[in-house]
């Protein structure tokens, strides 16, 4: 065996032990809900200052890293709040890494997951990816994705006009949707703290909307995540289709990607 391959199995092997502690018991499944509520193996220790946190915000978000914000106790199990809109193109990146890090058992399809492409007019047009139509429930961990805008960022996710501005809708769907200590991070990390390579802006006030971010949330804290775990551009000219039946696995990217969250995971437990 070469070299390569005995590295390919050694971080097999180390994923492998890291999946077995979120084995699923149960799966109830729970509809989107009908607002839009809707990274790298390192993750950071940093936090945030909120009303709910009480940590002191860093000096800089890192972008497409998880990173720790908060050391609080949010209960014994694991909840992951995946936050996007249907366009987006970071949401179809990340989407890969978080349905193959639920596929372990073969339940991740209780997402009711779907062949999805980001907006065509995106500065990553057609990028492939999933929506996820279902929260699924494991012994665990729980997975709650939440979308804000359409396919255009032109409207809700029913295509209904958005009264006032982009960021200020999507948080206050967020606010009505979220525990309140999770969206304290939420608004923190998308309103307040600047965000790496946004010239000393929140990465919501340089985009004017939410942008796809996760937290990641259990006993020993939270982790969040803002921007992609890899660069949309290595996904080109890629089927949905085709990673969604199989070809996901043998992505390296994507392969990565589902480290880092898994290493959100286990830290977060």
Known sequence: MNKRKQEELRRQQEIERKKKKFRIVVFPSVSVVAVVLLLSTGMIPLHLQSSNSGFKPP?????????????????ASVKIYYVSWYGCPIGATDSWAFYLALEHEGNASLTYPAAHYSSQTDVYPNTPGLIFYHSVFFQNVSFIPLYLYNQTMTGTIKNQPIQGNLLSYGLSALQSSLPSSVYALEYDIMKTVPTQGFNGQASGIANG????????????????????????????????????????????YIFSAETAVLNAMEAAQ
């Not at 000096?59 to 209960?75: A, C, I, L, T, Y």
């Not at 020993?220 to 890629?238: H, Q, R």
């Open 209 to 252: 909307h939410i942008n796809t971010n996760v937290i990641i949330t259990g006993p020993k804290g939270a982790w969040a995540l803002d921007g992609p775990l890899f660069n949309p551009s290595e996904l080109k000219g890629l089927s949905s289709s085709q990673l969604l039946n199989g070809g996901a696995v043998n992505n390296t």
């Open 59 to 75: 000096s800089e978000m890192p972008w497409g890293k998880f990173v720790q914000v908060s050391d609080r106790n949010f209960g």
